[in-house]
């Protein structure tokens, strides 16, 4: 079993609404991580807090808004997205960012209509 | 630049075969982690393996084994008598820890095995 939980599993959402997924880790680590993964490529980093700072790939649009409430809960806020960002999005944690092994939840297949 | 080639696309076996994953990696770092991760169906990353750049030896688990060579920059995986829950894309990841940047944990680009009854 997962010490990664994340919800919902499947998001059916429009372009205009907002909404969020939610992750928590029950393990103690410090370094929490937001990843989209296409289909058939590699997982995409997006986001990294370590000890609650924030670090950004900037590439990510600014649609993709994350919230790390406490070093156990990772939240990413979606709003006005597109239907390009339909993906799987995985949540995973590690030590810190030193020890980063990394340990991920089972996702949210996100589609955007 | 891609730090970590994978590159077998897709392996088909039947039941019982053996299966060898290839990942060649490059770093300038001395010390660097290495990883094997494996994605069912369902999407969840299974993390199978880390070894760091200081140790060599190979190492087996169940039907799971791992070939380290510096020499080459390769961390191999071997599926020995494959079995359909093997089923799997399997990533090799590298981390570098001597990097203090943005990308300093890469993942390749991934196989796809597809293990047949």
């Known amino acids: 079993d997962t010490e990664v939980t994340q919800t919902p599993k499947h998001l059916v959402m429009g372009m205009t609404n907002k909404k969020s997924l939610k992750c928590e880790q029950h393990?103690?680590?410090?370094?929490m991580y937001w990843y989209k993964q296409k289909a058939k490529k590699p997982p995409e980093l997006m986001f990294v807090?370590?000890?609650?700072?924030?670090?950004i790939n900037e590439s990510v649009p600014s649609r993709f808004s994350p919230e790390c409430p406490n070093s156990s809960l990772l939240n990413l806020h979606l709003h006005a997205l597109q239907p390009e960002d339909s993906a799987l999005y995985l949540c995973?944690?590690?030590?810190?960012?030193?020890?980063?092994?990394?340990?991920f939840g089972p996702g949210t297949r996100l589609t955007v209509l | 630049a891609q730090k970590v080639t994978q590159a077998q696309t897709e392996i088909s076996v039947v039941e019982k075969e053996d299966v060898t994953l290839d990942c060649v990696y490059e770093?300038?770092?001395?010390?660097?982690?290495l990883f094997w991760y494996k994605q069912p169906p369902s999407g969840e990353l299974v993390f199978l393996i880390r070894?760091?750049?200081?140790?060599?030896q190979n190492e087996i688990s169940g039907r799971y084994s791992w070939n380290f060579q510096k020499s080459t920059s390769s961390f191999n995986f071997t599926i020995t008598a494959s079995q359909v829950v093997d089923s799997a894309v399997y990533f090799c990841?590298?981390?570098?820890?001597?990097?203090?940047?943005?990308?300093?944990?890469?993942f390749g680009a991934g196989t796809q095995v597809v293990v047949t009854p």
């Open positions: 995973a944690s590690s030590q810190d960012t030193v020890d980063d092994t990394q340990y």
């Open positions: 393990m103690g680590h410090r370094a």
């Open positions: 807090y370590s000890y609650e700072k924030l670090s």
């Open positions: 770093t300038r770092d001395t010390t660097y982690y």
């Open positions: 070894r760091n750049s200081f140790d060599e």
């Open positions: 990841a590298l981390s570098e820890a001597e990097t203090d940047s943005w990308g300093k944990f890469q």
